[in-house]
DNA sequence: AACATTTTTGCATTCGTATGCAATACGGTT
DNA sequence: AACCGTATTGCATACGAATGCAAAAATGTT
């Protein structure tokens, strides 16, 4: 029972004894770059392989003082964008070499407690992308020599690094649009007031009409959730002159919005009432929902993401860094279409007015 | 710039110097249930927040050989099914004081270097929801004495503990369900087709119609994803004598088949065509699909799961334990009613056939 | 007050690996 | 064969916390 079967704790000293050399030359194997003689590594490869060796990597860690674990706090899932996003994060932080450590569950809401946790696994990194951090406990990663990284979010204090969409401008073209599809009356489901990409997408929009002469806007609040969003929808749309074109702050409150118009107030969309989302995550593109949205480039803010970690783990230097990328405002059927403005890039129809 | 700001690596050491106590006093202040006077307790805390001192997992996991930390594989996290899963999984593995490290993105397809990594950071425990592990790779884990728990899956050497629920009744169900409406040409969209879960259902569905005197089924392979469904549904509903009843094998393959058959077909459902799902996951309930499916009792399979993995960590016992919970049939609007054998329960139409 | 018990404490060691340093082996030159 | 430079190797120690053990302190008993 010692060949092929394998013990649980085997250690590289044990492994050094079989193969005859010392536990520094089994370490110096596992060693990317490490001063060994291909002989001696073939030794113990073999004495590795015969006793299901693998390196610890706790008490490497312990020693090295990297743990090669990233801590990602999402406190949310039920919006499938956040999920895509872990998926493309995990495949990247993967390709690095990296583990990912998931905080989850309502618990996630209020980051401190989640944060003991994560400075107690000594953690390379941090991503936060659906929660967000006390200005206190950033500085205190800041100090820790800890990179964070906000994705899809920001601060006013830009300490922290983050990864955000040009929400603003989203904001404003989807206001653009639907002014050039002739509705009259505007109205804005929010996400979290709190958040900045709320805040921001909210800001553009409302200047947009603003410049077409509309200054009332119907608001509701559907705090990135469904059944919020839902109940926002059915006051909204019970008003006396409800609006004929509404800005739903994601596709995730846009698909329930729909629903409710559709199969509650019986309304056709988007003949009596367009509404265009922001994201384009998966149900925005199933036919039934056909969501103009505005696109998020979730990949490449992955990228920016592991980018901007891996730089900072390297380096060692924590300097806020801010990336922020544009989408474009993919035009499908839940709004009326504007006689200009809308082309076609790569079998994609978007709105990019004048130039 | 002592007090208040927090260095990087506070050790133990430290404190117990502040403190004017043994670094052993430290370590027992922090080790719930160790001998430790609460004057000294006290003292201890007291410079520990002034140092701003936290336990580091990683040395505490070197030599308790315990790491608090469960890894979860998740190939692919499309299905919102599995993102519900995750969330639930992360509330209730934070409950129980433990971290969750996930591996996720296409890489968890093939298990086997994923393995690796899960052995390295000496994980107390795996859960594989969307993934399998080759029989070699799972004595290993019991060799090493690791509790492994199939989520939503088994295999046929039963060597591995798991959870499901009755897929073949869910199957058997359905065939009932259907033939009750009174349905004459059948069709089945399969997952994958290697997959314990995909044979029971289709088992348990042929079996009742077989009952019914139907022994044709269209079949299709849908491979749990949306693309392929499309395919298949394409495939299938351009048969000569295309079928009046599918079942097909998820929800999220269902929602993907609904909109085939609506949008590309031009049918209606459930006039033309009845379509029944499995799980209930979130685009199910929302009112443009109205999927009729078997429920799976998500929060009672992670409560299952969850509690095998505690019981077998702390016996230290590694006996494969199989859980098999069951679902209920939701009746909603993508499939023709039978007469009989709806009934209300909770606000909930479910099909229960005679008693 | 003297002794017996119990509680608390510190010492020293351990977990499994990485690494600076000195010692050794190896390769090539002359 | 003697020598030098480089490539390998082993030794010893460190990482930060937990814990068995024995010493010390606190508490209780008579």
């Given at each position: 029972?010692?060949?092929?079967?394998?013990?649980?704790?085997?250690?590289?000293?044990?492994?050094?004894?079989?193969?005859?050399?010392?536990?520094?030359?089994?370490?110096?194997?596992?060693?990317?770059?490490?001063?060994?003689?291909?002989?001696?590594?073939?030794?113990?490869?073999?004495?590795?392989?015969?006793?299901?060796?693998?390196?610890?990597?706790?008490?490497?860690?312990?020693?090295?003082?990297?743990?090669?674990?990233?801590?990602?706090?999402?406190?949310?899932?039920?919006?499938?964008?956040?999920?895509?996003?872990?998926?493309?994060?995990?495949?990247?932080?993967?390709?690095?070499?990296?583990?990912?450590?998931?905080?989850?569950?309502?618990?996630?809401?209020?980051?401190?407690?989640?944060?003991?946790?994560?400075?107690?696994?000594?953690?390379?990194?941090?991503?936060?992308?659906?929660?967000?951090?006390?200005?206190?406990?950033?500085?205190?990663?800041?100090?820790?020599?800890?990179?964070?990284?906000?994705?899809?979010?920001?601060?006013?204090?830009?300490?922290?690094?983050?990864?955000?969409?040009?929400?603003?401008?989203?904001?404003?073209?989807?206001?653009?649009?639907l002014?050039?599809?002739g509705h009259r009356r505007f109205g804005?489901?929010?996400?979290?007031?709190?958040?900045?990409?709320?805040?921001?997408?909210?800001?553009?929009?409302?200047?947009?009409l603003?410049?077409?002469?509309h200054?009332d806007i119907a608001?509701?609040?559907?705090?990135?959730?469904?059944?919020?969003?839902?109940?926002?929808?059915?006051?909204m749309l019970?008003l006396p002159d409800r609006p004929d074109a509404l800005?739903?702050?994601?596709?995730?409150?846009?698909?329930?919005?729909?629903?409710?118009?559709?199969?509650?107030?019986?309304?056709?969309?988007?003949?009596?009432l367009s509404?265009?989302?922001?994201?384009?995550?998966?149900?925005?593109?199933?036919?039934?929902?056909?969501?103009?949205?505005?696109?998020?480039?979730?990949?490449?803010?992955?990228?920016?993401?592991?980018?901007?970690?891996?730089?900072?783990?390297?380096?060692?230097?924590?300097?806020?860094?801010?990336?922020?990328?544009?989408?474009?405002?993919?035009?499908?059927?839940?709004?009326?279409?504007?006689?200009?403005?809308?082309?076609?890039?790569?079998?994609?129809?978007?709105?990019?007015?004048?130039?």
């Open positions: 029972m010692d060949s092929g079967i394998k013990r649980p704790g085997v250690t590289s000293s044990e492994v050094a004894r079989r193969a005859g050399v010392s536990q520094s030359a089994v370490s110096r194997t596992f060693t990317p770059g490490a001063s060994i003689a291909p002989k001696t590594r073939a030794k113990v490869l073999a004495a590795a392989k015969e006793l299901g060796y693998r390196p610890n990597a706790i008490a490497r860690s312990l020693i090295t003082n990297k743990s090669r674990i990233i801590a990602v706090v999402m406190a949310y899932l039920e919006n499938l964008f956040y999920p895509d996003v872990l998926e493309e994060l995990g495949r990247q932080l993967a390709a690095q070499n990296y583990r990912l450590l998931l905080f989850t569950g309502s618990m996630a809401r209020d980051s401190d407690p989640v944060f003991d946790q994560i400075m107690q696994y000594r953690v390379d990194g941090i991503i936060l992308a659906s929660t967000s951090l006390s200005s206190e406990l950033s500085e205190e990663c800041a100090a820790a020599g800890i990179p964070v990284v906000l994705f899809n979010r920001t601060t006013e204090r830009d300490a922290v690094s983050s990864v955000t969409t040009r929400n603003r401008e989203g904001g404003r073209r989807i206001g653009e649009f002014l050039a599809g804005y489901i929010a996400g979290l007031e709190t958040s900045s990409t709320n805040r921001d997408r909210y800001a553009g929009f409302a200047e947009a603003a410049e077409g002469g200054t608001i509701g609040t559907g705090n990135y959730s469904r059944a919020d969003a839902e109940a926002a929808a059915r006051e019970a800005f739903v702050a994601n596709d995730h409150m846009a698909v329930a919005v729909m629903d409710v118009a559709r199969y509650e107030f019986g309304l056709s969309i988007p003949q009596d509404i265009v989302g922001y994201d384009d995550v998966g149900p925005a593109r199933w036919t039934s929902y056909g969501i103009t949205t505005m696109s998020q480039p979730l990949k490449r803010m992955v990228d920016a993401t592991v980018d901007i970690l891996m730089e900072q783990i390297s380096s060692g230097e924590i300097e806020a860094e801010h990336r922020i990328l544009s989408g474009e405002l993919v035009v499908r059927t839940s709004a009326r279409v504007p006689e200009s403005g809308v082309v076609e890039i790569d079998g994609r129809r978007v709105f990019k007015p004048k130039g």
